[in-house]
């Protein structure tokens, strides 16, 4: 068995997931991030998969750059996000912990972690 190189010490951390709650739709460009549901069954979307129910025990994994959301249904969830290397899953505890930051200042909480938010565009008018 080859051991295991990777660019920094790995990180994680449980999100809590209110009833209705999110994650805002994200990717980590220099981490691999995988979750791992531990109560609740958030509906999970994953780069181009279709946005799917999960159950205590998934694990879903989001290679660096691939785009990933969540979202609690009517009763909590909770989540460990383990991000290698270290950075991108304080990032999103923070963003699950506050969701009525602006968007300017959910963006800026993102970067500072190591992740960018995929925000819709805008509507014309």
Not at 6 to 29: I, K, M
Not at 70 to 91: D, I, Q, T
């Amino acid at each position: 068995m080859e051991p295991l190189d990777l660019p920094g010490p790995p990180g994680a951390v449980v999100v809590p997931l209110p009833a209705g709650g999110s994650l805002p739709r994200c990717r980590a460009r220099r981490a691999d991030v995988v979750l791992v549901v531990l109560d609740g069954s958030p509906v999970a979307d994953v780069g181009d998969d279709e946005a799917r129910a999960t159950a205590p025990g998934d694990v879903l994994v989001c290679p660096r750059g691939t785009p990933w959301s969540l979202r609690a249904g009517p009763v909590p969830a909770r989540v460990v996000v383990v991000a290698f290397p270290a950075g991108p899953e304080r990032a999103v505890a923070v963003l699950a912990g506050r969701p009525l930051l602006d968007d300017a200042a959910r963006v800026g909480v993102a970067a500072d972690g190591g992740l960018e938010l995929v925000l819709e565009p805008a509507s014309p008018g």
